[in-house]
């Protein structure tokens, strides 16, 4: 049976699903939020043009650009990094109701 890649990890499935269900501007404010905790990480995320422009307009996430950019990054992050940052989507979704 095929899954999805965040469908491997409990709390990333969870941490996308809350995103997928929260409101455009907060999701919008989640992608700055995932941007900038990746950001802060010691690691490079390598993306081609390519791969950043290939998969628009298939998936809930590709409406909005910034939100599309911010899960790819996290797609492509470290499984840890993935984890951890996957907890702390939920708490920001939470608090941001």
């Not at 469908?7 to 409101?23: F, M, R, W």
């Not at 455009?24 to 989640?30: A, D, P, V, Y």
């Amino acid at each position: 049976m095929f899954k999805r890649w965040y469908d491997t990890d409990p709390a990333v499935s969870a941490a996308i699903t809350k995103l997928e269900k929260a409101q455009n501007n907060i999701q919008i404010r989640c992608a700055d939020f995932i941007v900038d905790k990746l950001k802060s990480f010691d690691f490079d995320i390598e993306m081609s043009l390519e791969d950043q422009y290939d998969y628009i307009m298939r998936r809930w996430y590709d409406k909005n650009i910034k939100v599309s950019h911010a899960v790819e990054y996290l797609k492509n992050a470290p499984e840890e990094i993935r984890k951890q940052l996957a907890l702390e989507i939920i708490d920001f979704l939470s608090a941001s109701g």
